[in-house]
């Protein structure tokens, strides 16, 4: 999409920009990357700090295209980079005061944020220490019909810390995915979801299910600030090579792990196969996340269910938080074909009325050409299956580009079966403003699909409600959601059995970086 650019001295940035805070001005002005909206995940309290990943090679921005001039005279443009404590080494900071930064982020907030006219007209900025502070509070109040806060992701992130991670193809850690509890009157809770083949977790024979005891000798439940600490330093390290031991419990016996901290990959596309059932094949396959390494592996997996002639789709997206919305246009477009896509709308961004409206993001029927291990030629057509309907499996991890592939099918009249839980509900879309050392995110667009339906901010709601079985292995027929999946496709009614290991609204949350519920949007 065609957003008017800003020059690094703005201080907004991207994943593909480092350009910014060098020992130099930049050469080139580089269009910034709107994503959308995230939820920080709230693992052990108090929050966990970001997982930032070694310092990575700066990456050279691209040459951007030409785009129609913009007005800099606004405030926002005049204050951008006049910090209270300007960043050694970067030469875009100048000296300014506290006042300076909370009168930037009005001025650009009242400029580009969604619902600026419901912004508080209360807040008085010599109330306020930190700059973030005052950002949290500069949001509508307003609530949804359920009783949500409207604008449930309004969040910032350490511009450094932002940059390492939105450009980074692995994540530190030990390769394992945790759901934890959510209610605060419970016991606490934290259970593998997730192993990432061949890290640290899987080579100490960790599995989906093993629920949590213990980290460095502390019990998962001790709620002191000193035993908190030295779970979250366990549970998430701060650099690679740091040693931990974790307990846990799997039905009912110990296991014990020494983990090492590395850069993991965890494979986006998962158990990718077919089922055979009584009315013809099924096509099945985990889904993780929209980046650039998917864009092969879907490929082949959609390839290789044509050419077995599949009759139907369950796409397991229940951990899938986003990333790459063309990533997302092309599966949309491979699970439906070229007739109900052409000439379509896969996505439009809808911004406030102070902001002109942008073309659309269609349906993409040809290759990214992506650099991966398994990377597909740019432009080479993308394989179909032309089907009338789908299953997508979900949960409350389910957001963002995921979202938008639930959306944008049932946009062009794909019918689309969801089993599991709500998904999250995040139909909004923001570019990523940097000022001063700080990244701040705030609602600026919503996601429409071809029929100008964007309205889902309390998520979509499933077909049929079953918990996730973590004990059973995805892809196993006899897990809770692909169990229940089947059942409904051969009969058409969802099945009336009890839920195993909920974690659904209400029960369980995903435990990610937030970072991994970001949906990029591209040009």
Known sequence: MKIAPLACAVALSLPLLSGCGGDAPPTAVVPPTPVEPVTPPKPVDPPVPPVVPPVIPPIIPPTPPVTPPIDFSGDWYLLASHCEKPRPNVWSDVQGTLTDEMKWMRSFFDASYLWYKELPTNLKMEDYKRAVDYFADLKTPAITASGRAKDRFHFTYPTDAWIALSNSGVELGYGQTWVRSVDPAAPRVWTLTMVAPDSPAALAGLQRGDSLVSVDGV??????????????????????????????????????ADLTSQQVAKPPVQNVKLLDTASGKVGYLVFNEHNAMAEGPLVKAIGGFKAAGVSDLVLDMRYNGGGLLTIASELAYMIAGPGPTAGKVFEQLRPNDKTKQDPPQMFQATASGYKSTDPVALGAPLPYLGLKRVTILTTPGTCSASESVINSLRGIDIEVTLIGGETCGKPYAFLPANNCGTTYFAIEYQGLNSKGFGDYADGFAPTCRAGDDLTRAQGDPSEGLLATALSYRATGACPVAPMRNRTQAGAMQLVRPEVKEISIRER
């Open 219 to 256: 019990a998962i439940g001790d709620t002191s600030t000193e035993g908190k600490a030295k779970i979250n330093a366990g549970l998430f390290p701060a650099k690679a090579g740091e040693t931990h031991q974790l307990v846990l419990s799997r039905a009912g016996t110990l296991v014990t």
